[in-house]
């Protein structure tokens, strides 16, 4: 049981780490002017686009491939549901947005610039250096204002994340074991991991019956 419980919790938040991270890549936003085949997913008025769900299903697929190497084969994805579980957890991150922007959740320029200044892509000498930062925007081929836009919401969304997980409290019921006890220790720790899940799971499952959320499987199929 600890050990589904450990991979449980740590499927779903390497998933929704990827699936958040291809904000920067592509933004948050209505898709007007997209043909509704290439639609793939609808949550209030911004859509998932066929195009970004790929990006990022190779993204995951790419990820559990160098992860599990030769034991990534065909019965594995199967088991594992890639190609559902992506689509639902870019589903999932849009309705964490929604939410934020409901609830008043934002991320202030300080924190913003804050992230920016310390991601070691743009570091020279353990600093921040402005020519490669937008030196490796330009080779991405996307301005800094789309870069910031998008970062903007994926760290909305991560703090989102962290203040429904803050809800989710597990009593400690190894207090009374010797401080060292590792047993007592995974368990606690599985329990906690399996709570956030699951809160942030039922907030998401509850936020979107007040939304219109539309999800077209057929054409990812």
Not at 6 to 34: E, N, P
């Amino acid at each position: 049981m600890l050990k589904a419980m450990r991979h449980h919790a740590k499927y779903f938040y390497v998933l929704f780490f990827i699936v958040i991270l291809s904000f920067v890549f592509w933004g948050v936003g209505t898709v007007d002017k997209t043909e509704k085949s290439d639609i793939v997913a609808e949550v209030g008025s911004s859509k998932i686009t066929a195009e970004e769900y790929w990006r990022t299903y190779d993204r995951v697929f790419k990820f559990y491939r160098d992860l599990y190497k030769e034991k990534f084969d065909e019965e594995m994805q199967k088991k594992l549901k890639l190609k559902e579980n992506v689509l639902n957890t870019l589903v999932e991150s849009r309705v964490l947005l929604a939410a934020a922007r409901k609830e008043g959740v934002s991320v202030s320029d300080e924190e913003l610039n804050e992230n920016i200044k310390n991601e070691p892509a743009f570091m020279k000498n353990g600093a921040f250096d402005a020519d490669i930062y937008q030196n490796r925007l330009k080779l991405m081929r996307i301005t800094p204002e789309f870069y910031e836009s998008s970062k903007r919401q994926e760290l909305t969304v991560e703090k989102m994340r962290r203040l429904i997980e803050l809800a989710a409290i597990v009593p400690d019921s190894f207090g009374n074991m010797a401080a060292d006890d590792q047993t007592a220790k995974a368990l606690t720790e599985a329990l906690q991991n399996s709570a956030k899940t699951q809160a942030l799971k039922a907030y998401i499952e509850g936020f979107k019956k007040g939304m219109t959320v539309k999800v077209y499987p057929d054409r990812i199929s």
